[in-house]
């Protein structure tokens, strides 16, 4: 089993993006993210906004992914990706994913006007807490929406535009 993200994804060359399959090429830079970010997990948000746009909308798009198929918008907020909420929403539209964007902007408005009661779930910071906080959110209705996009739909969205914009995802010594 290998430890920390696949060591071939630290640079990215069109070369090597344009040998993969879709799904593979979504986790390619989304790997390639992970050896920025996971010497420093702390300051996060700092790295990812630093890097090149392309990079950081399908890093971020791929966070708002896999939490809310995983658990959903509950977890998304609740999990540090929740931090990177406004940045998925530009990462969207960038990416061509006008549904998306508009469901996770309804996530947006649906969070923000249930916050005072998330946030006094959050403060207790347990699994029991979390579970009790998704019965007071009215975010399982838009779970619904999303995953009515299809479970698929966002990865083939972001496995387009990397294709279609390969330069853009080059490492700066191999562009």
């Known amino acids: 089993m290998q430890d920390g993200p696949d060591p071939r994804f630290r640079e990215l060359s069109a070369d090597i993006l344009r040998g993969l399959t879709d799904n593979d090429l979504v986790s390619a830079v989304y790997a390639h993210v992970l050896h920025h970010v996971l010497p420093d997990l702390a300051h996060e948000v700092t790295i990812v906004t630093g890097l090149p746009i392309a990079v950081s909308a399908i890093y971020v798009?791929?966070?708002?992914?896999?939490e809310v198929l995983n658990g959903g918008f509950q977890q998304?907020?609740?999990?540090?990706?929740?931090?990177?909420a406004l940045m998925a929403l530009e990462g969207l539209e960038r990416l061509g994913a006008p549904?998306?964007?508009?469901?996770?902007?309804?996530?947006?408005?649906?969070?923000?006007?249930?916050?005072?009661?998330?946030?006094?779930?959050?403060?207790?910071?347990?699994?029991?807490?979390?579970s009790e906080s998704v019965k007071h959110s009215s975010l399982g209705v838009i779970?619904?929406?999303?995953?009515?996009?299809?479970?698929?739909?966002?990865?083939?969205?972001?496995a387009s535009y990397i294709r279609s914009h390969l330069e853009e995802f080059e490492s700066p010594e191999r562009a």
């Open 61 to 66: 798009t791929a966070l708002l992914d896999n």
């Open 76 to 84: 998304f907020f609740w999990n540090s990706s929740g931090a990177f």
């Open 99 to 130: 549904k998306h964007a508009a469901v996770l902007q309804s996530a947006i408005a649906t969070f923000e006007a249930e916050r005072p009661v998330f946030d006094s779930y959050r403060a207790l910071d347990t699994s029991d807490a979390f």
């Open 143 to 158: 779970d619904e929406q999303y995953y009515d996009l299809g479970f698929d739909a966002l990865t083939d969205i972001q």
